[in-house]
């Protein structure tokens, strides 16, 4: 088998003394579109910050194709926070300048045409665009690369439905047979169309990791269903 | 990369930094011209009153505005830096700066440099406009005092002789390391406020800065008192009054320079040994843990 594109191994993560997570045992493979799914505070944020190396783990290890997180992964992975972090001085086309610097994978006329289709102006300062429109020049960044990981937190949760429709549709066009991508969300309904397996997560660990098409197959279920099922109230 | 960091860091303070610099300079101008007005008005405008009295006080007025001005200006500056460093580290930015393919070591560095970069241009910008206030604004007769220049010159060449120029290296040797220790030092600051504090970061950076302060006191005192000893003692046998001429300008500061050398060497070791240690803390929190909003 291939090398899996994130290994987790006893990942652990506490802040004080609560556990954000716990022993986590975990390898996801190149080429598939993976919901991170799970109630608030199951540790999806977090996962994703171990993997981008924002965070680092309090045991246990995680690695992003085959090395643990640094610069040599942070060159691989693409990652979009649920906050808006892009500096307010910047327009959108000084922001591509900015990732075309730092990041050899990026695909500047992918990045244009993109911010074209979404009606994004390039000369207007972060500062006066809506916050949805922030989220859309994020996403267009992060979707412009050619990266192994994709790790999106949130990524259709601030913007309209239209532009929704448009943004899974850029996932899905975008992402490549090696590469991955990473979605948590809780619009499970509106991303399930697109996924090829899911991660289910509940206070720190994995409770189910499975392909869709197997749910549909064996349960005849939806993942929202299924959702609803495994962590009703 | 670390080009590329310092690239945008300059970038993004220069929009700011640059108008507040020529606003330096442009109220010490402004300043001197009034002073001019002030003191070539000053023997005829009390008999004459009225208008001319209006003028020279506004003009008087306007010297003190613009010195209130270019320090608030030099202010502003310094907060600019710093904030600049918050938003970029500790604030919603860092998602952007701590996921970029660069060493955390690149990332602090590029800070480090960009703000000495900066101090050294405020210092300079400052230097000048003092030097276009003496040449300007000083002079009852002429519009430029040549006079004063020639004062300076006769300075220059105190330092300009071996004892003047060494003290004069070892003064911009100093205030170089003390630059740097005190911008390492607020940054480790702003750091620990961001890792410990949950709310309030920013300001729990401020705190951080006086106890980082206190800390730095102590230990500070306690080498300049082990140090203080021997620096009595050299200055006691080398400026007794009756060995040299107290009138002898140039030999008085050669034998205080050669004095105080080991205080002045110790000092600045100590001094670059908290920059390097405020710069390894820093690295440590921000690589193992800062956990951002």
């Known amino acids: 088998m291939d090398m899996p594109v994130i290994k987790c191994s006893g990942l652990s993560k506490n802040f004080g003394n609560v556990y954000a997570l716990s022993k986590l045992d975990l390898a996801l493979p190149a080429g598939k579109i993976i919901g991170l799914l799970g109630p608030n505070g199951s540790g999806k944020t977090t996962l994703l910050k171990l993997a981008c190396g924002l965070l680092t783990p309090t045991e246990g290890s995680i690695e992003i194709c085959g090395t643990a997180p640094g610069q040599e992964s942070k060159a691989l992975v693409s990652y979009l926070p649920e906050r808006t972090y892009l500096p307010d001085w910047m327009t959108a086309q000084q922001c591509l300048d900015y990732f075309e610097d730092f990041y050899s994978d990026f695909d500047r006329a992918r990045a244009e045409n993109m911010l074209a289709a979404l009606g994004v102006p390039g000369d207007t300062r972060m500062k006066t665009l809506s916050k949805g429109t922030k989220e859309k020049v994020q996403l267009v960044l992060v979707m412009s690369r050619r990266a192994r990981l994709y790790l999106l937190d949130e990524p259709i949760g601030g913007v309209d439905p239209a532009a929704r429709d448009y943004i899974l549709s850029t996932i899905i066009r975008n992402y490549s047979e090696d590469s991955t991508v990473l979605i948590s969300t809780h619009l499970i309904y509106d991303v399930e169309k697109i996924l090829d397996e899911f991660v289910f997560l509940q206070q720190g660990q994995v409770v189910s990791y499975a392909s869709t098409d197997s749910l549909r197959a064996d349960l005849g279920k939806s993942l929202d269903e299924y959702f609803r099922e495994v962590f009703r109230c | ?293």
């Open chain 2, 1 to 293: 990369m670390l080009g590329k960091l310092i690239k945008y860091d300059f970038k993004s303070l220069m929009r700011i930094l640059i108008p507040a610099n020529i606003a330096i300079l442009g109220a010490a101008i402004l300043a001197a011209l009034s002073l001019q007005f002030s003191l070539r008005t000053s023997v005829g405008a009390m008999l004459r009153g009225g208008f001319m009295q209006l003028m020279r006080t506004l003009s008087g007025l306007l010297v003190g505005l613009m010195f209130i001005g270019i320090a608030a200006a030099c202010l502003f500056i310094t907060f600019m830096v710093f904030y600049r460093f918050y938003k970029n580290f500790i604030s919603d930015e860092g998602y952007l700066t701590f996921t970029l393919p660069v060493k955390t070591s690149q990332l602090l560095w590029s800070k480090l440099i960009t703000a000495s970069i900066w101090m050294l241009i405020t210092g300079i910008v400052g230097l000048f406009s003092l030097l276009v206030f003496l040449l300007l604004g000083t002079s009852e007769t002429s519009f430029f005092n040549t006079e004063i220049f020639a004062i300076l010159g006769e300075l220059f060449r105190v330092f300009g002789s071996a004892t003047g120029s060494k003290l004069f290296l070892e003064l911009m040797l100093f205030t170089l390391v003390a630059m740097v220790a005190n911008i390492l030092h607020i940054y480790l600051a702003l750091i620990i406020g961001g890792v410990v504090a949950q709310k309030h970061k920013l300001l729990a950076g401020i705190g951080f800065y006086f106890i980082i302060n206190v800390a730095q006191g102590i230990v500070s005192s306690i080498v300049t008192f082990a140090a203080a000893g021997s620096t009595v003692a050299n200055m006691e046998s080398s400026m007794q009054v009756d060995i040299i001429d107290p009138y002898d300008f140039g030999l008085v500061l050669g034998r205080l320079v050669s004095a105080l050398q080991p205080m002045f060497w110790v000092t600045l070791a100590t001094t670059a040994v908290f920059s390097v240690v405020f710069f390894i803390l820093s690295h440590y929190l921000l690589k193992n843990k800062l956990n951002l909003e």
